[in-house]
């Protein structure tokens, strides 16, 4: 079970609260950003186009994916996970990043 926390913003959209728990598994039994987000796009459809661009499947601006106190937003897509976020110790965050000053 991965645990994936969204930004307030992305929760309201998906009408969640709390952290998203989902089952993931990738083509070839490793999960990766792209098997959680395409599973987190899956199961909550208006989510579609707003973490990554629907065409590209790249990561919008101002989006950061973090996990285990590292951030992952410039990791391959197709990079497997942390064990720690695999076995559901460690949450796979979605943040929304801040600009300007």
Do not use: W
């Not at 926390?5 to 089952?23: I, M, Q, W």
């Not at 990561?59 to 559901?88: I, K, T």
């Amino acid at each position: 079970m991965i645990r994936v926390l969204l930004p307030a913003h992305l929760k309201n959209l998906a009408h969640v609260t709390g952290e998203v728990r989902l089952e993931v598994t990738g083509p070839d039994g490793a999960v990766t950003q792209r098997s959680v987000l395409d599973a987190l796009e899956s199961r909550y459809p208006m989510l579609l186009g707003t973490i990554r661009d629907r065409h590209s499947g790249k990561r919008r601006p101002f989006v950061r994916f973090y996990a285990c106190e590292e951030d992952l937003s410039n990791e391959s897509p197709d990079a497997p996970l942390p064990e720690e976020v695999v076995v559901g110790k460690e949450p796979f965050i979605v943040l929304g990043a801040m600009a300007g000053g």
